[in-house]
Nanobody
Framework: QVYLVESGGGEVQAGDSLRLSCENP????????MGWFRQAPGKEKEFVAV????????DMDDTVSGRFIVSRDNTKNTGYLQLNNLKPEGTAVYYC?????????????????WGQGTRVTVSS
């Protein structure tokens, strides 16, 4: 069963923007924390951002703070990651994931369900 469906990746130039979406299409996850991670070629998966169920609490990695924005619309069962001023080092597969609690939200092991990933390629 697919719990999270991602979309929005693509190939862009440095300085461009993209908006990634992550939908829980059947509203099967209840009230969950949504995290965003990315995995660059040849590297480990790393934390990018997290947003609480209510949307009132967010956290961003320092490498993207000020450029990326995390949000969600629970009426649409969808979370978003707005990627602004993309840099070539932002090239990666981006994943969303769900966790039942906002505990250690930067840790991969906190998350239970993962989206399939969406690829972002940034050229200089």
């Amino acid at each position: 069963q697919v719990y999270l469906v991602e979309s929005g990746g693509g190939e862009v130039q440095a300085g461009d923007s993209l908006r990634l979406s992550c939908e829980n299409p059947r509203r099967t996850l209840g009230r969950f924390v949504m995290g965003w991670f990315r995995q660059a070629p040849g590297k480990e998966k790393e934390f990018v951002a997290v947003i609480s169920w209510s949307g009132t609490s967010t956290d961003m990695d320092d490498t993207v703070s000020g450029r990326f924005i995390v949000s969600r619309d629970n009426t649409k069962n969808t979370g978003y990651l707005q990627l602004n001023n993309l840099k070539p080092e932002g090239t990666a597969v981006y994943y969303c994931a769900s966790a039942p609690y906002n505990y250690s939200p930067r840790a991969i092991g906190t998350y239970i369900y993962w989206g399939q990933g969406t690829r972002v390629t940034v050229s200089s």
